[in-house]
């Protein structure tokens, strides 16, 4: 059981590039989240799943998008990158009526 | 809309001693409280919940909370620190009775172990 998983760890990009980062997990959870980490700024949730196929915006959604195909995964996309997006980037999923968020270790992701 | 602060942004504590960290929030309704604890380059990990009934909540690795609605806070303490405390910790508020989709976090307090 390996809880949430994320790909890739790091990543350097140029500004105007695009990149998926993609989180799974394994505990069948119904609820999916993607976070960003910033200094002094706490956790900001970018967008969230509240089960497959369906996706909704949290409070920093601006220059990303979400899919979630499959139950298990948790798709974040960047089309075109920019330095304002260079953060830490945490998943997270739940099961549905339980509260409790379960993390992934994290994508550090730098836009030059 | 939700809010949670924490005041402190850095605390250093000599091991042994006791250690109590400030959360305070903004909610209108019954709120789900939580406390995460963050190890360097790691994921966030859940060290206690409270969510109804007894104001007082234990956690794991010793830590406990208090509720207190009528100052709004959920301060986290433990009596006895450990040098392998040292991480970031992180208040939480949820919506009760709307799941867990709205989970809003406090900026984070670090906690530096002294010898």
């Known amino acids: 059981n390996a809880g949430v998983t994320q790909t890739p760890k790091f990543r350097v990009l140029k500004t105007g590039q695009s990149m998926t980062l993609l989180c799974a997990q394994d505990?069948?959870?119904?609820?999916m989240y993607w976070y960003r980490q910033d200094p002094g700024m706490g956790l900001r949730l970018i967008h969230y799943?509240?089960?497959?196929?369906?996706?909704a915006k949290g409070e920093v959604p601006d220059g990303y998008n979400v899919s979630r195909l499959k139950k298990q995964n948790f798709l974040l996309g960047l089309e075109s990158a920019a330095p304002s997006q260079t953060s830490v980037y945490f998943c997270?999923?739940?099961?549905?009526?339980?509260?409790?968020?379960?993390f992934g270790p994290g994508t550090r992701l730098t836009v030059l | 809309a939700q809010s949670v602060t924490q005041p402190d942004i850095h605390i250093t504590v000599s091991e042994g001693a006791s250690l109590e960290l400030r959360c305070n929030y903004s909610?209108?309704?019954?709120?789900?409280l939580f406390w995460y604890v963050q190890s360097p380059g790691q994921g966030l990990q859940l060290l206690l919940k409270y969510f109804s009934g007894d104001t007082l909540v234990q956690g794991i690795k010793g830590f406990e909370a208090e509720f207190k609605r009528s100052q709004s806070s959920f301060n986290l303490r433990k009596p006895s620190v450990h040098w392998s405390d040292a991480a970031e910790y992180f208040c939480a508020v949820g919506r009760a009775n709307f799941g867990n989709e709205k989970l809003t976090f406090g900026t984070g307090t670090r906690l530096t172990i002294i010898p």
């Open positions: 799943s509240v089960g497959e196929g369906t996706t």
């Open positions: 997270a999923s739940s099961l549905a009526g339980d509260d409790t968020q379960y």
């Open positions: 505990m069948n959870h119904e609820y």
């Open positions: 909610y209108g309704a019954t709120p789900y």
